[in-house]
């Protein structure tokens, strides 16, 4: 991997190094200036008081002791290593006293110049800087008077060096600390990414990488692979789904095309073709009601709309349920019994809801024999509604129980009934989608499944 690439420049980390770099220098240029202001000004401005005292006090000692007074204490002064610098001379600018031994450059009475000048430092002549103000003394002579700044000089020129070093510091550690932590989240973001990719080509069963700090990107990974369960989970289930229909529906449209077939294969009287077309209708509506079936166990597995929601009144609901079978069980000699209390309602899906009840009211008809009881309750444990239906056939042996809830899944028992294996299915998915609790049970003799609801505020 390359250590800067043009997809790192353009992350948001990167920009955003460069902005706090570029915010650091603004803040070590602006101490700097402070800085450099609270003292080299300071220093300088101390300076020219000095210079104005002195050039004060020689003035006041001419008016007082004369021109040779004041070339006594010039040269007094001059001497030593003093840092201050005096030059005294005639109205022609000839030397008369002091310790520079020319007028440095051209300038107006009152000016203030700077300039440099040769010092002896040991035995060597060192270039100075000075600061100095020219004054004009009574009768034409000219007084300059001024001082050795060449150590302020060094410190500013100190100061703006460090200044530089420390700009450049903070922009060389903002931009390589913006390079690594961009490095760090391009690499993360990255893998986030070649799962991505990796799904999409196909490997459903890739997961983001989690790095284990529980960071923010940590979080996110395990969401995005929650989701992915999920997903993978639901595509699975599509997929036995579609084999489940394709195995189960081909048997049927064979004996379908085979009786036409047969029928067509040689010339025969009207009545055959009648029934041989009425069989072939009986076993379509088979085939549509597996279908339907299907259709609504796949409305109920994909969740409810929660627009869709409905307060549904079970006590009506059950009831027309039981009217529906009513004759049905007269029919089968059997006693369909029903216990339901008054105002049950629940929130959910009312058309899923009736179908459940039918499936289990069907199952129960058809799977006890003549001479038998069926059971219908509804009602309340605490504030939990529930349906049950009970019945004195041949029940669902244990180990069955929980397999009897799978689509197409049928008891060898009951091959000779007509059936798909779908009934249970439905309950079972119509239950989850309410968060309803599905039991089925042992009723010593017979199956008894029971529905328990939430609790939940309706109304
Ligand atoms: N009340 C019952 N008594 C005995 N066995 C039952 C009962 N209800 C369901 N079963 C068994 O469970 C299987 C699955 O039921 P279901 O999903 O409704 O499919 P189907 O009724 O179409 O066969 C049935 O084939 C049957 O073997
Ligand atoms: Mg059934």
Avoid at 144 to 161: F, I
Avoid at 186 to 201: C, H, Q, Y
Wanted: proline content about 4%; charged content about 25%.
């Amino acid at each position: 991997m390359r250590l800067v690439s043009a997809r790192l420049i353009r992350t948001s980390w990167f920009r955003m190094a460069i902005g706090y770099a570029v915010l650091s220098i603004a803040l070590v240029t602006m101490l700097f200036s402070l800085l450099y202001w609270n003292t080299a000004v300071f220093v300088a401005e101390q300076t020219e008081e000095t210079i104005e005292a002195e050039i004060t006090g020689l003035a006041e000692h001419y008016r007082q002791a004369g021109l040779f007074g004041l070339t006594e204490v010039i040269q007094e002064r001059a001497q030593g290593q003093r840092l201050s610098l005096y030059l005294l001379t005639d109205p022609n600018r000839g030397p008369i006293a002091g310790n520079l031994n020319s007028w440095p450059a051209a300038t107006q009475p009152g000016e203030w110049i700077d300039f440099d000048y040769q010092r002896p430092v040991g035995s060597r002549m060192v270039e100075h800087r000075a600061h100095a103000q020219h004054l004009v003394l009574p009768g034409g002579f000219h007084l300059l008077v001024g001082y050795d700044v060449q150590d302020q000089v060094r410190l500013e020129q100190r100061m703006r060096q460090s200044m530089i070093w420390i700009g450049a510091l903070a922009l060389v550690l903002g931009l390589g600390g913006g390079l690594l932590i961009a490095r760090h989240w391009l690499s993360r973001v990255d893998s986030v990414n070649k799962t991505a990719g990796e799904i999409m080509d196909g490997d459903m069963s890739r997961r983001v990488p989690v790095s284990g700090t529980d960071d923010e990107l940590d979080r996110l990974a395990r969401n995005l692979n929650d989701m992915l369960d999920r997903i993978e989970a639901l595509m699975t289930g599509l997929r036995q789904v579609t084999d489940n229909i394709a195995h189960d529906l081909r048997s049927p449209l064979n004996r379908l095309r085979a009786r036409l077939e047969v029928t067509l294969m040689s010339e025969q009287d009207k009545e055959v073709y009648r029934d041989a077309l009425n069989e072939t209708m009986a076993e379509t509506d088979e085939l549509l009601k597996t279908f339907n079936a299907l259709l609504l166990i796949g409305e109920a597995e994909s969740g409810l709309d929660r627009s869709k929601l409905e307060t549904v009144d079970l006590t009506a609901r059950i009831a027309d349920a039981v009217e529906l079978y009513e004759p049905a069980a007269e029919e089968a000699g059997l006693v369909l019994e029903a216990d339901i209390a008054w105002d049950i309602v629940v929130r959910g899906n009312p058309n899923l809801i009736s179908q459940a009840v039918v499936n289990l009211l069907d199952n129960a008809l058809k799977y006890t024999p003549k001479g038998g009881t069926v059971h219908v309750r509804a009602g309340k444990t605490g504030d939990q509604p529930f349906i049950e239906v009970t019945d004195s056939g041949p029940g669902i042996p244990e180990a069955e129980r929980a397999r009897v809830l799978n689509r197409f899944v049928r008891l060898e028992s009951s091959r000779s009934t007509p059936g798909s294996g779908l009934g249970l299915s439905l309950v079972a998915a119509v239950a989850k989608l309410h968060g309803a609790k599905l039991t089925l049970g042992d009723n010593a003799p017979g199956l008894q499944v029971r529905l328990e609801f939430p609790a939940a505020a309706v109304r």
